[in-house]
């Protein structure tokens, strides 16, 4: 695996390295060891796949807040989707940044997400699947989200939202608390 860290700290774009052969290929999209090496979160406590059957279906832009944070680890395995992470950390130099990567089932990159990120995806095709690996298990009360079109952030989504929940398309303005 090739870590590329992006230009907000502490998220990563992940490039799989596969093994060619006569069958086709095989690579590691988790490694416990090599996050660890680059000083990402490597446990896993929960994983959880997103089936999207519209091209255009928004999804976030979503987070834990403490003490149930999590890190993320997002792929693509169908399809293909626009994620987006937001930097929520109020310490961070890119408090209130984003980023924006392509992951598809082709490109077969992997996102890692750290704590203290929001994160959402707009599909870019119909029947797109998304998989998510968490580092804390998923806790209700500790459920927040921050609107997908929030002026405080002024994210460029590449295509028309077409779905979306009454509870992503409602989330007030960003205050900082």
Same mark, same amino acid.
């Given at each position: ?71 993320? &680890? ?16 109020? &310490? ?9 990567? =392509? ?26 699947? &998304? =998989? ?30 077409? &779905? ?14």
């Amino acid at each position: 695996m090739i870590f590329r860290e992006t230009k907000l700290p502490g998220i990563f774009e992940i490039y799989l390295e596969p093994n060619y052969d006569d069958r086709g290929f095989f690579a590691r999209t988790w490694c416990e060891k090599e996050f660890k090496s680059h000083g990402l979160n490597p446990t896993v406590k929960q994983c959880n796949v997103s089936f999207n059957a519209k091209k255009g279906t928004l999804r976030g832009v979503h987070f834990q807040a403490e003490p149930h944070s999590e890190a993320k &680890v997002v792929r693509c395995t169908s399809g293909a989707i626009y994620d987006v992470v937001l930097d929520l950390r109020p &310490v961070s130099p890119t408090f209130k940044k984003w980023i924006g990567v =392509s992951l598809t089932a082709a490109n077969r990159h992997v996102l890692y997400i750290p704590e203290g990120c929001a994160h959402g995806f707009l599909t870019l095709e119909d029947n797109t699947e &998304v =998989s998510y690996q968490m580092s804390e298990f998923y806790h209700p009360d500790s459920a927040r989200g921050v609107r997908w079109n929030d002026p405080a952030f002024q994210i460029a989504w590449p295509e028309k939202v077409e &779905v979306i929940s009454e509870r992503d398309r409602t989330y007030p303005d960003f205050a900082q608390e």
